[in-house]
């Protein structure tokens, strides 16, 4: 059983299509070990009750300094006996400490087509505002590793989505996220549970 422990900072629209396709059988052998969050606000923190899953706020509010905030991370990480880290749209920058100790275990959701709008200041709504103003017509979403880079590490999948004259930034990201992000985010924790997944020279093998 590969327990996960899955990283939120808003919505958690992500965090719900993990706990839909492991209800559905969509994604095997998995468990969500316990979801933390950087924002006590967060609404991803209600969908992890609603569905049972211990939910942890570690906020840097809480703390003196970064790195006791980091350190806590850390613990609320390896607490949870985790095998694989998932960031859901977590908007919080990893610490070096955490990327070393996990290396080859930390999964990310972007919403772009990485190399393109992405890296430092791309994240969320202004990944899709930055797509609109370049006037590119097709975008999507990856599903990457994350190593000591901002949004660096080896890509597991990707998905194209068409973007229409007429999107506005939120109608693009929602498009990005249903057509997109909610498939390939479970689909890559699957593959991984199943022992398909290996990263050899930088780059993803899948078997
Ligand atoms: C998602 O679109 C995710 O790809 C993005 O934040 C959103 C979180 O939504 N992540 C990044 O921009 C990371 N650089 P959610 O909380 O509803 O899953």
Not at 28 to 52: C, L
Not at 73 to 80: F, Q, R, S, T, Y
Not at 179 to 187: G, L, Q
Request: net charge neutral.
């Amino acid at each position: 059983m590969l327990r996960i422990t899955v990283l939120v900072s808003g919505g958690g629209t992500n965090l719900q299509a993990i706990i839909d396709a492991i209800r559905a059988g969509i994604i095997h052998d998995t468990q969500i070990a316990r979801v933390i969050s950087n924002n006590p606000k967060a609404y991803a923190m209600e969908r992890a009750k609603e569905a049972g899953i211990e939910a942890m706020c570690i906020s840097p509010k809480s703390y003196d300094d970064r790195e006791k905030f980091h350190d806590a991370l850390l613990k609320g990480i390896d607490d949870a006996d985790t095998d694989l880290v998932v960031l859901a749209g977590f908007m919080v920058v990893l610490p070096p400490k955490l990327i070393k100790k996990y290396a080859g275990r930390i999964i990310n959701i972007h919403p772009s087509l990485i190399p393109s709008f992405c890296g430092q200041g791309y994240y969320g709504l202004r990944v899709h505002e930055a797509v609109l103003a370049r006037g590119v017509k097709v975008t999507g979403a990856t599903v990457h590793f994350v190593d000591e880079g901002t949004d660096t590490g080896p890509i597991i999948f990707q998905q194209a989505v068409e973007v229409k004259q007429d999107d506005t930034p939120e109608t693009l990201q929602r498009r990005v996220m249903e057509e997109a992000e909610w498939k390939i985010m479970p689909r890559a924790i699957d593959m991984i549970a199943q022992g398909r997944v290996k990263i050899k020279d930088g780059r993803v093998i899948l078997s």
